[in-house]
């Protein structure tokens, strides 16, 4: 399990590129035949991804969590973003094809992961935050999801959002995620930007070609930093930083929110002037 503690706005301010990529970046989240975990302080999120190839894989349960099995205080979601996969959870298997996702409440005990085809592995992405109460298991494809449609071709933004766990989708307790597909020629992503201090956030980063980059933004709008982010990469949003970014290349992405509220419309905007 990678720790990663939370970070103060001033904080931020005496850190190098290097210090800021060790604390926010997520670099190797796929490796075949390993489950990888990252627990981040902010809200005490746990994303990770798992790659069975030879194997089916489980997570660990680690001092950190302080429980008897992963998901006994938690609730999970997990998106496929590779080929096709297997997930069982408490004796049932469910079958998630590319990005279809899978939904776990608080108390399922059983859990592991597997690929179909070992030459085409699944790649399966998960976000788990602390549950107060076990709501049922819920497996959705794409077309299942609220779609929103966003953006403009003249600001280079034209995107669609698929909101996978939702509460006009589903029933979670916290845990809020979805996928963001930018249109052929389109690069921003969530600018205007917004901030949300009732919710940290995190991205994963997919579709990115190799030849190709995001620059992630973040930190206070006043004093804005970025990260360069590559394929499958992901990074961590404190909830007092903006969250935004711009791509060399068309991309998607795969946020997941944790906090006080699942009110996916409880933003606050940033004007463009104040950004620095």
């Not at 969590?65 to 998106?79: A, K, P, S, Y």
Request: one cysteine or more; charged letters at 20%.
């Amino acid at each position: 399990m990678d720790i990663r503690y939370a970070i103060h706005q001033d904080h931020l301010k005496l850190m190098d590129t290097n210090t800021i990529r060790k604390h926010l970046l997520l670099e190797s989240l796929f490796e075949k035949d390993q489950l990888t975990m990252v627990y981040s302080h902010v809200d005490r999120i746990i994303v990770g991804g798992v790659c069975p190839v030879d194997r089916s894989l489980s997570p660990e349960t680690t001092r950190e969590l302080g429980v008897d099995f992963f998901l006994q205080r938690r609730e999970m979601g997990i998106i496929n973003i590779g080929a096709a996969g297997a997930v069982v959870a408490d004796g049932t298997e469910y079958p998630l094809q590319h990005q279809e996702c899978l939904y776990l409440g608080m108390g399922v005990g059983e859990l592991a992961f597997s690929s179909c085809n070992r030459d085409d592995p699944a790649k399966f992405y998960f976000a788990s935050s602390p549950a107060h109460a076990a709501h049922p298991t819920v497996k959705l494809a794409q077309a299942q999801a609220q779609k929103v449609e966003l953006g403009s071709a003249v600001n280079a933004n034209v995107r669609t959002i698929y909101q996978f766990i939702h509460p006009s989708v589903m029933q979670s307790c916290q845990l809020v995620m979805g996928l963001t597909e930018l249109a052929p020629g389109s690069l921003w992503n969530t600018m205007p930007c917004h901030t949300h201090d009732r919710r940290m956030e995190v991205y994963l980063y997919l579709k990115v070609p190799e030849d190709a980059v995001v620059f992630h933004l973040f930190g206070e709008p006043e004093e804005t930093r970025h990260l360069v982010v590559r394929n499958e990469q992901a990074v961590i949003s404190p909830s007092w930083s903006l969250h935004a970014g711009v791509g060399t290349a068309s991309y998607s992405f795969i946020w997941a929110m944790c906090g006080e509220n699942q009110t996916f419309t409880d933003m606050d905007e940033v004007p463009m002037a104040a950004l620095k």
